[in-house]
């Protein structure tokens, strides 16, 4: 099994500034990684797919980059709505699929 | 628009099975495979299985192979998920989610069903 690990756990930013965040795989993934926001008690959104691919209607402010075993997704400034849960995905290996545990940006 | 709505919450005792369902709507459904989701308070999001929509083939986490069954049933454009031998860590928010067309990462999701486990 693919053991995912997100860092930081909690990230403080201030409105308008950049969040970046990380995502761990024990095993390379080529591209095969998507991220998802979660905000509380709502199901989660998908953000990005094939690690840099945005979802449909998912803003400009969101990017993803990298490939193998590291890869970060950056919001580039933060809106109020942005503030919530964000999980990343590995489906380069499964079953099973596996998520990180999710880094929770709050506001600063 | 694609719509998924789950079936309501639940309590159940231990040793007890659920059974969830998934009613999709504004898109075919046997052209897309929907995946269950579970996540326990506070936990990560936890992936159980998957089912493809066209041929009704199925793969299970092997954390809940023999405890979990998926099915669907096309003329319904639903899908179910059954969890038996219930512990109070089964106790979570059960998700069908749809698959991005055979990318294995999730693009529509229901709204959540509460499945508690309790004496």
């Known amino acids: 099994e693919i053991v995912m690990t997100q860092s930081p756990a909690t990230l403080s930013v201030s409105p308008g500034e950049r969040a970046t965040l990380s995502c761990r795989a024990s095993?390379?993934?080529?591209?095969?990684l998507a991220w998802y926001q979660q905000k509380p008690g709502q199901a989660p959104r998908l953000l990005i797919y094939g690690a840099s691919t945005r979802a449909t209607g998912i803003p400009a402010r969101f990017s993803g980059s990298g490939s193998g075993t590291e890869f970060t997704l950056t919001i580039s400034s933060l809106q109020s709505e942005d503030f919530a849960v964000y999980y990343c995905?590995?489906?380069?290996?499964?079953?099973?699929?596996?998520f990180g545990g999710g880094t929770k940006v709050e506001i600063k | 628009q694609v719509q998924l709505v789950q079936s309501g919450a639940e309590v159940k005792k231990p040793g007890a099975s659920v059974k969830v369902s998934c009613q999709a709507s504004g898109y075919t459904f046997s052209r897309y495979s929907m995946h269950w989701v579970r996540q326990a308070p506070g936990q990560r999001l936890e992936w159980m299985g998957w089912i493809n929509g066209g041929n009704g083939n199925t793969k299970y986490s092997q954390k809940f192979q023999g405890r979990v069954t998926i099915t669907r049933d096309t003329s319904a454009s639903t899908a179910y998920m059954e969890l038996s031998s219930l512990t109070s860590e089964d106790t979570a928010v059960y998700y069908c989610?749809?698959?991005?067309?055979?990318?294995?990462?999730?693009?529509?999701w229901g709204q959540g069903t509460l499945v508690t486990v309790s004496s």
């Open positions: 095993q390379g993934l080529s591209s095969n």
């Open positions: 989610a749809r698959d991005l067309g055979q990318r294995f990462s999730f693009d529509y």
């Open positions: 995905q590995q489906y380069n290996n499964w079953p099973p699929l596996t």
